[in-house]
């Protein structure tokens, strides 16, 4: 009984040899992040377009219901910008933002995206993921942190601001200087140095409620709100009512990229940083595919409570680490926290400035922009680099619909453009070794005029077996004096029915011109393939090494051993 206990809700596995002193860890860390969730519950939701009161909706029963199905000790669940991004953007074309009907199309979003993970997870489809590159994935969230930031200038510089791209907005702010409205401007600018001196000095102090209840009084003694400075004013007060979201098919299909858009950048968001913390952690074991359920019964439930989409947060998991989180037992206390504001706090926050909620977020955002991750890519892969810069250019200058679509087809095309024109070397011997390497790119190899050494980089398929034939026939019309071909098979792991035919017509070709062929390195299921298709190699010319062909076409008397598999037969 105990193990199925565990085996549907992990958070009681965690909770064996539960201490007093975990206890009182899980309770630091969960009035950490809840006082943290307050403030950035109700900007992500205004920066999703919807009023700031279902933030906090956000940040209860989705908390609870994944602190109690996660596998993830740590992770951090709620609104998050990226996605609360993703929801205006969805939304917007369709329903005005901010109306009743844009609020019923989010919670139908979350809805939808909830179904959609756990279906993912129930049937174990999260190597779908896979199909979307940490450098989509990087691309994607640094271009989208600037359009986040630049959606919030209107409510930082107190100035209404057209245009729909980063650029246009930034143009007409840059025409438009005289209408910023100074109050406004100053408290935003004293709120976003404040919060980034605050976090210098102590990354775990609980800044953004410290600014938010400082901004609040600040406002309420000065009279800046009759001064033009706007404030988010009445907030509700309660619990969210149970309602069943409007589960109508025409609006679903109408949403449906939306939707899948938003399924899989959350899942990648929240498992990367599950990961991430995981590893240095190495406490409990995270299962994807119940994380998939967890998240998406998470929203699934939270829908009914009027919350829209959530996920796992970077910076609230990091800060539960930090204060010494323990298990999921965090996250209900910060669920808690969040419920006592609703019933009791939220007349508090009539005096809060949008300029603060605006600042809050644009400092949040501000680390997702990875300009090392694509100094590190320039470096060392120029492919994930262009992946990188092209999913970036395409989020900033089309749009965040567009970005990971772009992102996830570019990869695919330089994926099938590595493996239809892989890397094809010929081979010389490093001087007193057994080693070989490209002659290109090294100096002073061993090479022998009669015999011609090739490596290919990639399986063999149909895409690229005439490169692979026109490589040797291309030697060959280069220089008469080749009798011996040798090919080093270390990197081939498989042949399709064209590459088949391809090598058996090369073998034939290569026989007419009384040209010996040869294989090196060869796995054994792919050497057993050519075999039954009857390619016609002898047995014997398959060798261990390069080294032991190249001895044994010479005559030396080093070890010429064939293959143990070559042997038996």
Known sequence: MRKLLQSVFPLFESLENYSSSDLKSDFAAGITIGVMLIPQGMAYAMLAGLPPIYGL??????????????????????????????????????????SSEYVSMAILLALCVGILQFLLGVFRLGFLLHFIS???????????????ATSQLKHLLGMQIEGELVFDKIFHVLGHLSKIHFLTFVLGAASIISLILLKRISPRFPRHILVVILGMIWIYFTGWSGKGVRIISDIPSGLPTFSIPDLNFEKVKMLLPTILMISFVAIMESMAVAKAIHSKDKKGKIRPNQELKALGLANIFGSFFQSFTVTG?????AVNYQAGGKTGISSLFSAALII???????????????????????????????????????????????????????????????????????????????????????????????????????????EHEDIFIMRFDARIYFANAELFRDFIEDKLRRSNKVEHVIIDASCINSLDATAFHMMNDLAHELEEKKIKLYFANVKSEIKWAMLDHKIKVPPSHFYQTIHNAVNSILGRDEDVSHDMYVEEL
């Open 57 to 98: 909706y956000a940040g209860t029963l989705p908390l609870i219901v994944y602190a109690l199905l996660g596998t993830s000790r740590h992770l951090g669940v709620g609104p998050v910008a990226i996605i609360s991004l993703l929801v205006a953007s969805g939304l917007g074309p369709f329903v005005t933002t901010g």
């Open 134 to 148: 940490h450098s989509v994935i990087a691309g994607f969230t640094s271009a989208a942190a600037i359009i986040i």
């Open 313 to 317: 947060s970077f910076s609230r998991t």
């Open 340 to 446: 006592i504001t609703l019933l009791f706090l939220t007349p508090y926050f009539y005096y809060l400035p949008n300029a603060i909620l605006a600042a809050i977020i644009m400092v949040a955002v501000s680390g997702l922009i990875d300009i090392k991750e694509a100094k590190h890519l320039w470096k060392h892969d120029k492919r994930d680099f262009a992946v990188f810069i092209i999913t970036f250019l395409a989020t900033l200058l089309l749009g965040v619909e567009l970005g990971i679509p772009i992102g996830v087809i570019t990869s695919m095309i330089l994926l099938l453009h590595q493996v239809t024109y892989p890397n094809i070397a010929e081979l010389g011997r490093l001087p007193d070794s057994r080693k070989y390497r490209d002659v290109i790119k090294h100096d002073n190899l061993e």
